[in-house]
């Protein structure tokens, strides 16, 4: 009897450990910064149904079989890919994933800062400052004050990989992301209940298909890679520290679940209280961008009691989600140029912090003292998204697909997959996306976005 409980426990932690690093590499500012921003800008619900879908299809198929190739190969990116062959389409398939978290990093610590400026706000007993509706445009247009900020985040993010005490942080958010989502839940439910939230409701709940277009699908695409952190290597990582006896599929979908679980209630605490708050501009509110959250959220705090202790509270575990996951962006950074560039630990941390700070810097500076240039028509910080989310994902994706079929072989994946008696149930859809859709549909998206970016097409 005891052996058997020991035993019943020993897999239990296992499995609960990958599921809780996992979910908490996953939640981030990805779930209640961009997600809500995005379904209020492409479409509301139609947006929600078409990211629901991709997740549970594509999704999980990207998601089994990186996990998989980790587990299998017991490397990261580059390592795994070369474990299977050693020519430049391998080297290729191996960087591109690797490559993706050194441009998020930087630009994600912006936002980092934009929200340690909010705490500090709060903190600082703003609530009615920081509900006004030019606060958000005056401090962006601020360039000191948007770059000091960043560097509080930065160096919040580096100096952890300096020395190295993760495990700390991990404490730390495993006590934060409950309490967010309790949170999370009480802020939903005051924003569902205000007068004339409703429309919002049924805005971001109900699809609507005039609110369709093909760009729902491709902001959709990216939002779900960025979300769960597909197609970026760092999946394959985490596989790689996976005990054989845990089961794959069983321990994704609950990442998947959980991630998607708080993208949803972070747009129920958004959406509707951009209908609420803003009157005759919510049409033009909803369009707001990056900006979104930083506008809406604090008027939202601003009309209730206590609004400046909910401020802070909010704020700050909006800061401890975004801060786990820098982390884990600049860790899989620094452990690649130790890998592959043999680098001392320090100095692949000194480089992480340059390349943060340079390519953070940009971003920062966009909107102020750089306003006046832009790379495409974009912006630093939407181009650095749109490099990575719309077009290094899709192809770092399709090389993981066709790495799956040409090398590691379906057979190899579900093997990995069933190891120690695991069910492998969804196996006819993996095999199905794998095999005829995902490529061909990430080409497409891919060239969609390119297409649309230069103009030739208008999506
Ligand atoms: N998924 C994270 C979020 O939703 C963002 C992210 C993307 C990330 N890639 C990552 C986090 C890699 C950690 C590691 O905010």
């Known amino acids: 009897m005891s052996t058997k409980t020991s035993a019943q426990r020993a897999s239990f932690s296992g499995r609960l450990g990958y599921v809780l690093t996992t979910a908490g590499s996953a939640v981030g500012l990805g779930n209640i910064w961009r997600f809500p921003y995005l379904a209020a800008k492409y479409g509301g619900g139609a947006f929600l149904l078409v990211y629901l879908i991709l997740v549970m299809t594509f999704g999980y198929t990207l998601i089994i079989s990186e996990t998989a190739i980790g587990r299998m190969t017991k490397k990261s990116p580059i390592g795994a890919f070369e474990h299977f062959g050693k020519g430049p389409s391998f080297r290729f398939g191996g960087w591109i994933n690797a490559i993706i978290p050194m441009i998020i990093g930087p630009y994600y610590c912006v936002i980092g800062g934009w929200v340690l400026r909010y705490l500090a706000g709060y903190a600082a007993g703003g609530v009615k400052a920081l509900s006004g509706d030019n606060y958000f445009s005056d401090f962006i247009s601020d360039g000191v004050s948007v770059e000091g900020w960043f560097l509080v985040f930065a160096l919040c993010t580096v100096v952890v990989i300096f020395f190295g005490v993760q495990k700390g942080v991990e404490k730390i958010s495993r006590l934060m992301m409950p309490a967010l989502v309790v949170l999370a839940l009480l802020v939903a439910i005051y924003s569902v209940t205000r007068p004339g939230a409703l429309s919002g409701v049924r805005y971001f709940l109900i699809p609507d298909i005039r609110h369709f277009s093909w760009m729902t699908v491709v902001a959709a695409l990216g939002q779900m890679f960025y979300s769960l952190s597909c197609a970026m290597g760092i999946l394959i990582t985490y596989g790689s520290y996976m005990e054989k006896d845990v089961s794959i599929e069983r321990s994704t979908s609950e990442v998947e679940f959980f991630d998607t679980a708080i993208a949803i209630l972070a747009g129920l605490m958004i959406i509707p ?3 609420a708050f803003s009157g005759n501009d919510a049409a033009r509110n909803l369009q707001a961008g990056p900006s979104l959250m930083f506008i809406t959220m604090p008027k939202v705090f601003g009309s209730m009691g ?4 909910i401020g802070i509270i909010f704020f700050l575990l909006v800061f401890f989600a975004a801060l786990t996951s820098s982390i ?9 140029f130790e890998d592959e560039l043999h680098m001392k630990r320090e100095y ?3 480089i992480v912090t340059v390349l943060f700070i340079g390519l953070g810097t940009l971003s920062s500076l966009g909107f102020n003292v750089l306003k006046s240039v832009t790379i495409l028509g974009m912006d630093f910080l939407d181009f650095f998204d749109f490099l990575s989310n719309s077009i290094m994902m899709p192809i770092a994706a399709i090389a993981i697909c066709v790495l799956v079929l040409r090398s590691v072989t379906l057979k190899g994946i579900e093997e990995e997959v069933c190891k120690g008696g695991a069910k492998f149930k969804r196996k006819k859809i993996y095999t199905f ?3 005829y859709l995902s490529i061909l549909f990430l080409l497409v998206i891919l060239a969609s976005s390119v297409l649309n970016v230069l103009g030739i097409i208008h999506i």
């Open 273 to 275: 209280a951009v209908f």
């Open 306 to 309: 206590m609004g400046t202790a």
């Open 328 to 336: 884990s962006l600049a860790e899989t950074c620094a452990s690649t």
């Open 348 to 350: 692949a941390s000194m």
């Open 433 to 435: 996306i794998i095999k």
